[in-house]
């Protein structure tokens, strides 16, 4: 389904009539609500006791993960450049570098999950390193941006950038763990219903999401 996806989304592209789905309120929303999801099912699928084990290895291969396609990329496209297949300067080669560094780390969570290897110590690692590099990559395109439009880059920016992205990460792991389960207790004492708990559930994830949007 994900090649699915890729492939419709190229082939509407080419039609002008699909040109504002992009920009459906009802499509952005669905589409918003689905990635929420998924990056949920993967927090499920994960534990915070197994990603502090591999925690040293994921930073590693993330950092491998963003090093890779920031110097390939525009080595690859300057390259291209030089012999005149096409038209590109430095900047643009190192924007586009560094907009490769980032991952979705909900595909191969899912992918994981599908296979039954979600608990495997290789699938933590490769989630783990999804997350770091997600950070990584937030961080590295503000940077850019900032010398891109401005020459310069502002440090204390960058560290605010960087300071949140940690930050929500640890205070939502601990906020999660000091009171999801009394808050599931308390709510199993009212009602022990699989719906009462899909709701309890379901309405933890939207404010999480709302907090990392205002973040």
Same mark, same amino acid.
């Given at each position: /389904?994900?090649?699915?996806?890729v492939?419709?989304s190229?082939?509407?592209?080419n039609?002008? *009539?699909?040109?504002?789905?992009? /920009?459906?309120?009802?499509? @952005?929303?669905t589409?918003?609500?689905?990635?929420?999801?998924?990056?949920?099912?993967?927090?499920? =699928?994960?534990?915070?006791s197994?990603?502090?084990?591999?925690?040293?290895?994921?930073?590693?291969?993330?950092?491998l993960?963003m090093?890779?396609?920031?110097?390939l @990329?525009?080595?690859? +496209?300057?390259?291209?450049?030089a012999?005149?297949l096409? =038209?590109?300067?430095? *900047?643009?080669a190192?924007f586009?570098g560094?907009?490769l560094?980032a991952?979705?780390?909900g595909?191969?969570a899912?992918?994981?999950a599908?296979?039954?290897?979600?608990k495997?110590?290789?699938? *933590?690692?490769?989630?783990?390193?999804?997350?770091?590099?997600?950070?990584?990559?937030?961080?590295?395109l503000?940077?850019?941006?900032?010398?891109?439009?401005d020459?310069?880059?502002?440090?204390?920016?960058?560290?605010m950038?960087l300071?949140?992205?940690?930050?929500?990460?640890?205070?939502?792991?601990?906020?999660? *763990?000091l009171?999801a389960?009394? +808050?599931?207790?308390?709510?199993?004492?009212?009602?022990?219903? /699989?719906?009462?708990?899909?709701v +309890?559930?379901?309405?933890?994830?939207?404010?999480?999401?709302?907090?990392? =949007?205002?973040?």
């Open positions: /389904h994900i090649v699915v996806g492939v419709f190229v082939f509407a592209s039609f002008s *009539q699909f040109g504002g789905l992009a /920009h459906d309120p009802w499509i @952005v929303g589409a918003s609500l689905g990635a929420i999801v998924l990056l949920f099912l993967t927090g499920l =699928e994960s534990s915070v197994e990603m502090k084990k591999v925690g040293k290895v994921s930073v590693c291969v993330a950092t993960g090093l890779g396609p920031l110097v @990329v525009p080595i690859g +496209l300057l390259g291209l450049s012999f005149n096409i =038209e590109i300067d430095t *900047q643009a190192f586009i560094a907009a560094t991952t979705s780390v595909i191969p899912q992918i994981f599908g296979e039954g290897i979600s495997h110590r290789l699938s *933590q690692t490769v989630i783990g390193a999804g997350v770091a590099d997600d950070i990584g990559g937030v961080t590295l503000s940077v850019l941006r900032g010398v891109l439009a020459g310069g880059v502002d440090v204390l920016t960058v560290g950038i300071a949140k992205a940690i930050g929500f990460l640890i205070a939502g792991i601990g906020l999660g *763990q009171i389960r009394p +808050l599931a207790k308390l709510i199993t004492v009212v009602n022990d219903s /699989h719906g009462m708990q899909f +309890l559930v379901f309405a933890l994830m939207g404010v999480y999401a709302s907090l990392a =949007e205002l973040v």
